[in-house]
Structures are given as structure tokens and as C-alpha cells.
């Protein structure tokens, strides 16, 4: 009997549900609003419906490999604990893990979003194009999500929570980040920080293109803004070229520092990747000579060119969450995180 | 009958060789200058020379496990060479494992000196003391040396270029760095940008402790500073609080990308921990929200905090290159090293 697996892409906005095949992809989906309001148990009682009406449907065809769950973070693992989660708002410590696992009376895998994002990224997009499996991928929405995959395996750091590179300091006197420090990555490269900085340009009389934008339109999108752009408005592009500045810092950190073949930019800003690209590229150049080493066309490697350092947009578009959490039980098994718990205990 | 294994440790001015047995520790160290003048080619040999005399001496009594090399980097791995070694003018391009093999007739393992440093801390020092197998070092010396320890083994990258966290931008319009960049941590934090900053002070008439120091001793060291700061000296006490916020900054980076259990300050310059490490950790704290909820004494976490984020200065000392070299062969196979070069022509 052929194998499926469940998925769960819990966000802040929309709960998506969905039964998955590796030969047939995405079998099922359900798609449900995230009823914050109604309360945390309410939330998991949905997440475990849906699952159990996949289970029923799916079950007669194919054997279940396991469950995952891609969630806003900081989640700490192997706990499967929530920390303040900013895009989850009265979730503090709250174990996700235990409470679903309680209610469903199954084990589940849960692994933060942006971890999910970057294992789809790996297994299914850039990384299976270039037949790589270890990548860094930063996701551009209302934050900066960060996932670094090893080997085919998500990286988790000691406490689950590796992969803050959206808090890489680009200047230690940069605007305050909601994480309490200032200069963050995020700060000025998340949609909202983009947002942010065109509306002081449009407020300080700097940028009459994205005034009448703001006028026309006060909930304008980062889309919007690069729709903007792309007709040839100068501060548009400046501000994406600024980004593009922040983001060749921060790859430049870790390029240097990792050393890994692949780095990913995905998320809704991702869009803008003609506009940004270029700035991003020539800072990472400018700040690591580990890029000018191995940068694609170089020779200076005895392994040649094709081992060596690509930046690009993500491959996969917003699904990769879902896919992320489907594909999770096939890349690491309920006993691997068993296995961390039980190490964790023997030495607390 | 029990195992040796052959370290060397090759610097820019000295060259140590060393027979190591892992009960016994070092059985023998051939100390001598390296002659860089003489040309590469006199220094491999000289290299050779030393092996085989170990060789001779100790294979009677124990079974040889391996020879380890440590060598300034940038080292292409599994290539085994070196690009523009900023410690070995002329070397560049130069395949040292290849010429090493090639004129001893035997296989070498060769590694960076910051890797193998960091490989011995985590087995022999502050890694062993707490019971932890990966780590993240810093090395404050000429320059700033990397190395990342993952799971008891050296993390490599893509090329063998992980670990170069002395080039983190702390600010990007920071001092112009050798590397090519600005406002790298090397510009900071190594020992060389210390003495800098310090005969700046000095010449700018900002601190006159520190112009009498450079008055009795142009050539005085990072040590001699310190003395000076010890004393009270004010302006040297600020030097060594502003090498603890950039230690910070770039420390904070690492443990939001790395979430590793442990970051070592290692090289001469740690010699002064006591004065750069109280900003150093305060900076962390604040840019660090993984460094917050994981921090000794929190007890946000679920597993405790025992399984928390310690920074500290490292336990070994100027021996480290040597007993990492040492370690080398007992963690790192020939045959590991073998594979990943065989993988390398595969997918080339």
C-alpha cells in the first residue's frame, strides 16, 4: 500500500489542512479561518478535525506516515512549546505538541514555519532543481522566517530555535525591532519594514509617487509598491534597492559563516526580486570574499564552479508551508524527535 | 596494542609537530620556526622531515591512527588547498594536502587552524568540561579565526569555508577590513584592531596612559594594554569595553542563526575576558531573544537551563592548534575525507 501523510500550515490568518502523496503531490485541502478569538483550544480542536476527516477519507487507500505542523514560532523543541509567539498572540508557552497530541490521541511533529518553508524549499523547489540538499532560505512576509537545512534535515539548534537570521544585526543603530534590539535584518527587509520606510518617505515629502499611492490606496501592499517600481518610480526602487542593500548584509553574515551551496530569498516580497537583486548581489560580493571564492562563473575552486554559492529567489510560491508540513514526516520520523526528548531528559 | 596519531600545527611563524596517544596526551613536540623565507616547498619538507622522525620513534610501541594538519586558512576542502593565506605570503593556489602526501607517501588529513582549535576546545576543553559536542569558537589573534563544530565534527560548508564569523559586519560603514569589507568583527575584536584603536587614542592625545605605554614599549602587546586597563586606566578599560559590544553583536548573530549550546573566545586576546566580558554579554542579552529565553538561570524553557546558551572564554590555551591537529585523525577519517572528495567528482 502506497504511503500519505497530513499537513498542517497553522497561521495567524488561515488554518490549511491537507492530505499528501509523494507520487500524487497534494491529495486534499481544507481550508479554515484561524478562529484566534475564539481561543487556543478552539484552535487545536479544528486543526484535529481536520485531520481526523483526512484520516477517514484517506485511510482506505493509503497507509499514514505521520503527521506535521508548521507553526509560527519561537517554538521550542523538543518540547514543542510556544515562546511569545509575536503572530500568535496569547500563546505564550503554550505546548502546542502535547495539546494536539492530547486531542488526537496520535503523535504529531510540529516544526516552526519557516522551517517547514525552507524543508519544501530543499526537498521540492531550488534544492531538488539543483540537486542540493543543504540550503538557507529567509522568508519576507510581516517578519523575516529563517529556516537552514543540513543535509536533507532541518537544522534546530539546542532548543529548536536556530534560524533567527531575520534578527542578524545590520546596523547596531538601526531602527528598534520588535524583538528589542535595534538594527535587525527585519527592520528593513520584512514587508512591514518596507511598508514603514515608504510611508516616512511619502510623509516627509520625499516621494510624491508613493504619496499618491498611499492616497489612492492607504492599505497598499509591497506588490503595490513594486508595481510602482516596475513604471519607473525613483523612490520606489531606491527603497527596494535598499533592501536589497540589508538582505546582501545579512546572506554576507552567513555565507561567511555557513558556507552553504544555496541561499534562498521566498515570501510575498519575493516578488520584488528583480528589484532587489541586483544591491543584494553586489553587497554579498562586496562583504564576503567566501562568495567571491566560490560565486557561480568563478574558477578559482579545484572543485570548479558548480560546487559553488547561489542566491535566489525561492522556487516555490506560498504553498511551501504546506508542503513543508506534509513533507515533514517523510523527512524526519516521530522516533527522531522521540529520540531528542529522551536525550534531553536523561541529561536535564 | 593502543594508537598514536601525528599533529602538526603549522603557523605563520612557528612550526610545532607533535606524537599523541589519547590516554597519554602529547608524547613528544618538535618545535621549529617556520621557514617561510626558504619557500613553500622548504616548509613541506621540513614537515615531512618531522613526521617521519615521530614515526620512527613511536610506531614500535603504538599503531599510527592518522596525521592531522592545521594550517592557516582560507583551506579548500576536500581539495586540501589554500586561497591568498593572509599568514602564508606566496601560498596562494597552493594544494598543501596533495604536496604534503606527495612527499611524505602517506595520507593526511588537513583542516584550518581555527577549525581544529575549536575541535580541540570542544573535545578536550570547555566542550568536555560540560559535557556538550558542538560549539561555536572565536580565535583573537592576528586576525579573528572561526571555527564550528556541529555534533562532534568540524561543519565544513559547501567548500570548506564555514567559519569565517571574524568577517560578520558589525557596522557597515565600520573600518575598512583586509578582506575587502567594512566594519568587519576582525576590524573590532582581533588583536591587531585592539593595538590599533589603542594608537589611535593615543595619537589623537585622547589617552594618555595608553601614549605612555606606546612611549616606553612601541611594540607593546594586546597583554600589555590589559595590565594597563587592570590598573584603571580608563581609556584602556573603554577599549576593551567596545572589543565586548562588538563580540556582542557578532555572538548575538551566531546564537540567532546557530542556537549551538556553547560559543568559546579563544587566542590571545582572551587573556582579557574579565574586562570585555560584561559588555560583551550585555550586548548579546540585548540583540539575542534566543540568548534571553536560553541564558543560564532562565527557566523559560522546558528543558531547563541546562540545556540553555553559555558564552565563556575558552578552557585551553596557546596549545589548542596542536592537540586539535592531534584529535584530528580520531574524528575525522581519511576515508570520510576520501568520501566527501569522491562526492565532489561525482557531481562535478
Given at each position: 500500500?502506497s504511503s500519505?501523510?497530513i ?9 490549511r489542512?491537507?492530505?499528501y502523496n509523494?507520487?500524487?503531490g497534494?491529495l486534499e485541502?481544507i481550508?479554515?479561518p484561524?478562529r484566534?478569538?475564539?481561543g487556543?483550544h ?13 484520516l ?8 499514514l ?5 508548521g507553526?509560527?514560532g519561537?517554538?521550542?523543541l523538543?518540547?514543542g512549546?510556544?515562546?511569545?509567539p ?5 500563546w505564550?508557552?503554550f505546548?502546542?505538541r ?17 522551517n ?5 524549499e530543499c526537498?521540492?523547489g531550488?534544492?531538488r ?11 519576507l512576509?510581516?517578519g ?12 534546530h539548534?539546542a ?7 531575520g534578527?542578524?544585526?545590520?546596523d ?17 527587509a ?16 520625499r516621494a ?6 498611499a492616497?489612492r490606496?492607504?492599505e497598499f501592499?509591497t506588490l503595490?509598491?513594486s508595481?510602482?517600481a516596475?513604471?519607473?518610480?525613483a523612490?520606489?526602487?531606491?527603497i ?8 546582501g548584509i545579512g ?5 561567511n ?6 541561499y534562498v530569498v521566498g515570501?510575498?516580497?519575493?516578488n520584488?526580486?528583480r ?6 548581489l553586489?553587497e ?6 567566501v562568495?567571491r571564492?566560490?560565486e557561480?562563473g568563478?574558477?578559482v575552486?579545484d ?14 510560491g ?5 508542503l513543508?508540513a ?9 522516533t527522531?524527535?522521540?529520540?531528542l526528548?529522551?536525550r ?5
Open positions: 500500500m500519505f501523510s499537513g498542517v500550515d497553522l497561521g495567524g490568518t488561515n488554518l489542512i491537507a492530505a509523494r507520487a500524487s497534494i485541502t481550508l479554515l484561524t484566534l478569538a475564539a487556543r478552539a484552535v487545536v480542536e479544528d486543526i484535529c478535525t481536520g485531520i481526523r476527516g483526512l477517514e477519507r484517506w485511510s482506505g487507500e493509503y497507509s506516515t505521520g503527521i506535521g505542523i507553526t509560527p519561537p517554538l521550542e523538543p518540547a512549546r510556544l515562546h511569545s509575536p503572530n500568535l498572540p496569547g505564550d508557552g505546548g502546542l502535547n495539546e494536539i497530541e492530547a486531542c488526537l490521541g496520535m503523535p504529531v511533529i510540529v516544526e516552526s514555519d519557516a517547514v518553508a525552507a524543508l519544501a526537498v521540492l531550488s534544492g532543481s539543483l540537486g542540493l540538499d543543504s540550503l538557507c532560505m529567509l522568508t512576509g510581516t523575516i522566517g529563517n529556516g537552514i537545512i543540513l543535509e536533507g534535515k532541518v537544522w539548534g532548543n529548536g530555535m536556530a534560524g533567527e537570521a534578527h542578524l544585526t545590520i547596531p543603530d538601526g531602527p528598534a525591532c520588535g524583538c528589542g534590539s535595534y538594527g535587525c535584518l527585519e527592520a528593513y520584512s514587508a512591514t519594514a518596507v511598508r514603514r520606510i515608504a510611508l516616512e518617505a511619502a510623509a516627509a515629502g510624491p509617487g508613493i504619496a499618491a499611492l492616497g490606496n492607504p501592499t503595490d509598491l508595481d510602482l516596475e513604471q519607473g518610480d523612490d520606489a526602487k531606491r527596494f534597492e535598499d533592501v536589497g542593500r540589508a538582505l546572506i554576507a553574515d552567513l555565507v559563516t555557513l558556507n552553504l551551496p544555496l515570501g510575498g516580497l519575493a520584488a526580486w528589484l532587489f537583486a541586483p544591491t543584494l553586489a554579498v560580493r562586496r562583504r564576503s570574499y562568495y571564492l566560490t557561480p568563478s574558477s575552486l572543485s570548479g564552479a558548480s560546487e559553488g554559492t547561489r542566491i535566489m529567489a525561492a522556487e516555490l506560498a504553498d511551501s508551508g504546506l513543508g506534509c513533507i515533514l514526516p517523510y523527512t524526519m520520523s516521530k527522531k524527535q522521540d529520540g526528548e529522551a534531553s531528559s536523561r541529561r536535564a
